[in-house]
């Protein structure tokens, strides 16, 4: 399957605000949301800021069809941690395993090599196997436990801190 890794676009709106939907929406859980995100329109603002912004960047995997990967970056803001970035993966249930998720987080270390960021790092669920082992596969390293650190569906959840030196 041909899937082209490249910078979201204004227009990718609607397609990444339905891909968040439904990968919030699944019964395991694997993203802080329940399914809920922002709206289309709040969704293509946010896209056209991060066109002027170097602190931040979004990425999408697409087929010829569809969208169907997103990861988001942002650097830390504080003076003392600016070569800091954060990153958010998702991949479509229907297009996981298949190296998807690898691309984006290389093309996550590229955009981190061009704008002077050192150490990416990410939050992963405890039970999320199948994320943590494509990020220990990639380098990344587990930094820190951090119990109940996301409230999810009227409860608190456990997330793993892990991060890699680019």
Known sequence: MRV??????????????????????????????????????????YLRTLRRNAHAA???????????????????????SEHVADLGLM???????????RALMEAAEEWAGEVGVRKLELHVFPYNHAAIALYEGLGYEREGYRRDHYRRSGGYVDAILMAKAV
Request: proline share 8%.
């Open 58 to 80: 979004v990425f999408v995997a697409e087929t010829p069809d569809e969208i169907v990967g997103r990861i988001s970056l942002a650097r830390d803001p504080h003076p003392a």
């Open 4 to 45: 082209l890794i490249r910078r979201a676009e204004p227009g990718d709106a609607a397609a990444l605000v339905e891909l968040a939907r439904a990968v919030g929406a699944e019964p395991e859980g694997w993203l802080i949301t329940n399914g809920d995100w922002r709206s289309p329109s709040e969704e293509r603002r």
């Open 91 to 101: 991949v479509a249930v229907t297009h996981r395993r298949q190296g998807i998720g």
